[in-house]
Structure formats: C-alpha cells, structure tokens
C-alpha cells in the first residue's frame, strides 16, 4: 500500500520567504509527526498531532513555524521569513494510533534550501 | 529530557563480517527502541525494534539487545552485505510521550 508521502521533495527558498511543506500520511493513522534533519544528524522532534490535534509542539524552534493538520490526515508545516538556518530535510512520521511503542513510518522528506 | 548516544559515528566491515552499533540512554522510563536505517535521499526505514519487556529480538541477520540496568541496547548485524550500506539510527521513547529522541547515526560502509 502506500506510504507516507510528502511535498515538494527539494524546495530553494530565499531567505526571508515562507514555505510550506504537506505531509500525506499512510491511511488510517491517527498520529502524525514532523522532525527537522539536519546535515549528518539524527531526526529532532518538532510537532505532534492526533487526529486533528495538534497535542505536542515543543520542539518548535521559534514562532515562525507553524503546523496544522485541519482535518485530520493531510498535514502542512509552514516556516515564515525562512533563516538560513532552517536548512535542513525536513521528514513527516505517521503511526497507526496513539498506543504506546506503535512503529513510525516516515516519508522521504523535504530537502529545504535557505540561500 | 532523553539523551540518546550512539557509536561509533562511522563504521567499515568487510562483506561477510558482523557489524554492531552501540546506544546508550538517559531516561530510565524508555521503554521502547526503534532502529532506522536511512539511505541517500530517502526517509528512515524501520528495520527492527524492541520493547523493555524483552532482552532480545532477532529478524533473520538483524539482531537487536537491551540491558535496562545499564540503559544501552545494541544492534548487531551478521553475514553484511554491500546493500547494507547506509546510514543507521537508534532512538528511544518514554511511556508518556509520542515522539522519538534519535541518536546522531552511525555510517555503515560493507565493503566487497
């Protein structure tokens, strides 16, 4: 079946531009998750939603990013007034429910470039 | 909150030989273990995993060990081929929270 899919899969932003990122999960799961991967280093946490439930944002890095998930499936992360520093793979996670030790699957990423 | 370490950073083997990559945790209340592995361009794939309830669990070459006491838990690999060349992602997670605390990776390099 399909996996978690997300888009645009390389996106070039000039700094001070906002961008969005749309993360479709696999079918059917309740959680959704969006890391930040930086250049040689493991995923770190950003947001989490159940269902439409945007439950944990504590790794939000500052106010201009920007999560949501409206209905309940197809989630959007947006970053205002991008930083060079926002460059970074930028991958979305979906598990089955919100039931402990339930698996992660994550999608490919989305390459962000801040120039 | 969780600290997860993990080593060595890079790691050479020869086809045929064993690979083991190491990870140590901080929170003693993680009580599940994911291993990712990660190639070029692509997300991480779960490749095995394990909960504290359990010492040890084994997929065909996969293998993956927990000491609690200690707070570290290994992945082992045997008879490594060229395909298992890629990047390799331990993580750890609480009984409270949803997401993950990964470890920085370890490049595995299986040379022919």
């Known amino acids: 079946g399909a996996g978690v899919s997300q888009s645009p899969r390389y996106k070039v932003a000039k700094r001070g531009q906002d961008v969005a990122l749309r993360c479709d999960p696999i079918s059917g799961h309740v959680s959704l998750f969006w890391y930040q991967q930086a250049l040689g280093q493991g995923p770190e946490f950003l947001t989490y939603f159940q269902n439409e439930a945007q439950l944990d944002k504590s790794g939000l890095p500052s106010d201009r990013f920007f999560a949501e998930r409206p209905e309940g499936s197809v989630s959007t992360l947006k970053i205002q007034r991008t930083q060079q520093e926002d460059s970074a793979v930028y991958l979305c996670?979906?598990?089955?429910?919100?039931?402990?030790?339930?698996?992660?699957?994550f999608g490919p990423g989305t390459r962000l470039l801040v120039l | 909150g969780e600290n997860v370490e993990q080593h060595p950073s890079t790691l050479s083997v020869q086809e045929g030989d064993s690979a083991v990559i190491k990870c140590t945790y901080s929170?003693?209340?993680?009580?599940?273990f994911p291993w990712y592995k990660q190639e070029l361009g692509k997300g991480p794939q779960l490749i095995i995993d394990?909960?504290?309830?359990?010492g040890e669990k084994k997929d065909q070459r996969i293998a993956v060990t927990l000491n609690k006491t200690a707070k570290h838990f290994s992945l082992h690999i045997t008879e490594t081929q060229p395909e298992d060349s890629a990047v390799y992602f331990c993580a750890a997670r609480d009984n409270y929270g949803q997401n993950f605390v990964f470890g920085p990776g370890t490049r595995l390099s299986v040379l022919p």
């Open positions: 394990i909960r504290s309830n359990v």
């Open positions: 996670a979906s598990s089955l429910s919100s039931g402990g030790g339930e698996t992660q699957y």
């Open positions: 929170d003693s209340a993680s009580n599940y």
